[in-house]
Nanobody
Framework: QVQLVESGGGLVQAGDSLKLSCAAS????????MGWFRQAPGKERELLAS????????YYADSVKGRFTISISNAKNTMYLQMNTLKPEDTAVYYC????????????????WGQGTQVTVSS
């Protein structure tokens, strides 16, 4: 089992930055891939970015490419999402996830999920 705990969400204004963290514990493995998803009310869960445990391979959705940066600290078992130039449409619950397959995250599926952290961007 892998436990994931997100932190760093909050209320910000349009144009501000925010950095989310996802701490992993339990049976973590360097074979895992991790990703950030979000879900806004009435919308499907969306994969924003994903990264292999080594950090060598990343993926970004077009909606966040150039504004968001995913990173990982193996020493701290923690994944991050740096979000810049936030927009009101970025308002959602943000989830981190882990899976043994990088491709599975692209299919919006994962073995393990965090509980989510709310990000609200006011105009």
């Amino acid at each position: 089992q892998v436990q994931l705990v997100e932190s760093g969400g909050g209320l910000v204004q349009a144009g501000d930055s925010l950095k989310l963290s996802c701490a992993a514990s339990g049976r973590t493995s360097n074979n895992y891939a991790m990703g950030w998803f979000r879900q806004a009310p009435g919308k499907e869960r969306e994969l924003l970015a994903s990264i292999t445990w080594s950090g060598r391979t990343t993926y970004y959705a077009d909606s966040v490419k150039g504004r968001f940066t995913i990173s990982i600290s193996n020493a701290k078992n923690t994944m991050y999402l740096q979000m810049n130039t936030l927009k009101p449409e970025d308002t959602a619950v943000y989830y981190c996830a882990a899976d043994s397959s990088f491709q599975t995250l692209r299919e919006r599926r994962a073995d393990y999920w965090g509980q989510g952290t709310q990000v609200t961007v006011s105009s």
